[in-house]
Protein backbone atom coordinates (compact mmCIF):
# COMPACT_ATOMS: atom_id res chain seq x y z
CA UNK A 1 0.00 0.00 0.00
CA UNK A 2 1.24 3.44 -0.87
CA UNK A 3 1.28 6.13 1.68
CA UNK A 4 1.94 9.80 0.63
CA UNK A 5 3.33 12.88 2.91
CA UNK A 6 4.07 16.74 1.30
CA UNK A 7 8.01 15.04 0.85
CA UNK A 8 8.05 11.39 0.21
CA UNK A 9 6.01 8.26 -1.18
CA UNK A 10 6.48 5.05 0.04
CA UNK A 11 5.06 1.38 -0.89
CA UNK A 12 6.02 -1.85 0.81
CA UNK A 13 5.69 -5.18 -0.70
CA UNK A 14 6.90 -8.70 -0.23
CA UNK A 15 10.16 -10.04 -1.58
CA UNK A 16 8.63 -11.43 -4.68
CA UNK A 17 8.90 -10.99 -8.40
CA UNK A 18 5.55 -11.35 -8.58
CA UNK A 19 5.44 -7.63 -7.39
CA UNK A 20 7.80 -6.37 -9.78
CA UNK A 21 4.93 -5.03 -12.17
CA UNK A 22 3.99 -3.31 -9.56
CA UNK A 23 6.80 -1.86 -8.38
CA UNK A 24 8.04 -0.65 -11.89
CA UNK A 25 4.55 0.93 -12.51
CA UNK A 26 4.56 2.75 -9.10
CA UNK A 27 8.13 4.59 -9.60
CA UNK A 28 7.00 5.18 -12.86
CA UNK A 29 4.24 6.90 -12.09
CA UNK A 30 5.87 9.09 -9.94
CA UNK A 31 9.01 9.57 -12.40
CA UNK A 32 6.23 10.87 -14.98
CA UNK A 33 4.81 13.56 -12.51
CA UNK A 34 8.09 14.62 -11.81
CA UNK A 35 8.34 15.71 -16.00
CA UNK A 36 10.70 12.59 -16.87
CA UNK A 37 10.19 11.33 -20.47
CA UNK A 38 9.63 7.87 -21.63
CA UNK A 39 13.58 7.02 -21.68
CA UNK A 40 13.97 8.31 -18.50
CA UNK A 41 11.26 6.68 -17.11
CA UNK A 42 12.49 3.65 -18.80
CA UNK A 43 15.88 3.68 -17.53
CA UNK A 44 14.58 4.46 -13.74
CA UNK A 45 12.43 1.29 -14.10
CA UNK A 46 15.09 -0.80 -15.38
CA UNK A 47 17.32 0.85 -12.39
CA UNK A 48 14.85 -0.09 -9.46
CA UNK A 49 14.15 -3.15 -11.49
CA UNK A 50 17.49 -4.87 -11.02
CA UNK A 51 17.86 -3.50 -7.45
CA UNK A 52 14.88 -4.81 -6.47
CA UNK A 53 15.54 -8.41 -8.31
CA UNK A 54 18.99 -8.18 -6.10
CA UNK A 55 17.37 -7.66 -2.78
CA UNK A 56 14.85 -10.72 -3.51
CA UNK A 57 17.72 -12.94 -5.09
CA UNK A 58 20.92 -11.70 -2.56
CA UNK A 59 19.88 -10.25 0.48
CA UNK A 60 16.98 -12.57 1.03
CA UNK A 61 17.83 -15.54 -0.71
CA UNK A 62 14.45 -15.86 -2.64
CA UNK A 63 12.74 -15.54 0.84
CA UNK A 64 9.03 -14.33 -0.24
CA UNK A 65 7.99 -13.74 3.39
CA UNK A 66 10.75 -10.86 3.50
CA UNK A 67 9.36 -7.19 2.35
CA UNK A 68 10.85 -4.22 0.67
CA UNK A 69 10.37 -0.48 1.44
CA UNK A 70 10.30 1.95 -1.86
CA UNK A 71 10.15 5.03 -0.88
CA UNK A 72 10.32 8.11 -3.74
CA UNK A 73 10.77 12.00 -3.51
CA UNK A 74 11.69 14.74 -4.98
CA UNK A 75 14.92 17.54 -3.87
CA UNK A 76 15.23 20.36 -6.51
CA UNK A 77 16.02 19.18 -9.49
CA UNK A 78 16.59 15.41 -8.62
CA UNK A 79 14.30 12.15 -8.48
CA UNK A 80 15.46 9.52 -5.89
CA UNK A 81 14.49 6.09 -4.87
CA UNK A 82 15.48 4.32 -1.73
CA UNK A 83 14.79 0.55 -1.64
CA UNK A 84 15.36 -0.94 2.27
CA UNK A 85 15.60 -4.39 2.93
CA UNK A 86 17.10 -6.67 6.24
CA UNK A 87 18.61 -9.27 4.46
CA UNK A 88 22.08 -10.00 3.71
CA UNK A 89 23.91 -6.45 3.20
CA UNK A 90 25.79 -5.72 -0.11
CA UNK A 91 29.51 -3.93 0.27
CA UNK A 92 30.47 -1.56 -2.45
CA UNK A 93 34.45 -2.32 -1.52
CA UNK A 94 33.94 -5.30 -2.85
CA UNK A 95 32.52 -4.73 -6.12
CA UNK A 96 34.65 -5.72 -9.35
CA UNK A 97 32.64 -3.94 -12.55
CA UNK A 98 32.43 -7.14 -14.76
CA UNK A 99 33.64 -7.08 -18.37
CA UNK A 100 29.82 -7.12 -20.21
CA UNK A 101 31.47 -7.58 -23.46
CA UNK A 102 32.74 -10.66 -22.36
CA UNK A 103 29.62 -11.29 -20.54
CA UNK A 104 27.78 -11.17 -23.52
CA UNK A 105 30.44 -12.70 -25.88
CA UNK A 106 30.40 -15.69 -23.77
CA UNK A 107 26.49 -15.54 -23.40
CA UNK A 108 26.57 -15.17 -19.55
CA UNK A 109 23.15 -13.98 -18.11
CA UNK A 110 23.12 -11.99 -15.01
CA UNK A 111 26.04 -9.95 -13.17
CA UNK A 112 25.63 -7.03 -14.43
CA UNK A 113 22.47 -5.52 -12.11
CA UNK A 114 24.74 -2.85 -10.26
CA UNK A 115 26.67 -2.26 -13.38
CA UNK A 116 23.35 -1.37 -14.86
CA UNK A 117 22.17 0.57 -11.83
CA UNK A 118 25.35 2.91 -11.98
CA UNK A 119 25.60 3.19 -15.37
CA UNK A 120 21.47 4.19 -15.90
CA UNK A 121 21.27 6.31 -12.52
CA UNK A 122 23.25 9.55 -11.54
CA UNK A 123 23.94 8.95 -8.44
CA UNK A 124 23.90 5.07 -6.52
CA UNK A 125 24.89 4.57 -2.60
CA UNK A 126 24.39 1.74 -0.49
CA UNK A 127 24.29 1.77 2.96
CA UNK A 128 24.16 -0.92 6.27
CA UNK A 129 23.12 0.32 9.62
CA UNK A 130 22.09 -1.87 11.96
CA UNK A 131 19.83 -4.61 10.45
CA UNK A 132 18.94 -2.19 7.65
CA UNK A 133 20.21 -1.99 3.97
CA UNK A 134 19.42 1.11 2.32
CA UNK A 135 19.99 1.23 -2.08
CA UNK A 136 19.27 5.19 -2.92
CA UNK A 137 19.75 6.02 -6.28
CA UNK A 138 19.00 9.44 -7.74
CA UNK A 139 18.31 10.96 -11.62
CA UNK A 140 18.68 14.52 -11.79
CA UNK A 141 15.98 16.15 -14.59
Known amino acids: MATRNSTYTTMTVRASTDYLADVRDFVAKQAASFG ?10 LAVDEAFTNIIKHAYQNDE ?50 YLIRKLMDDVSYRHEGTKNEIRMVKKR
Open 36 to 45: FGKEEISDIR
Open 65 to 114: KQSVKISLGKNGDAFWISLLDTGRSFSLQNYEEPDVKERVRQKKRGGVGV
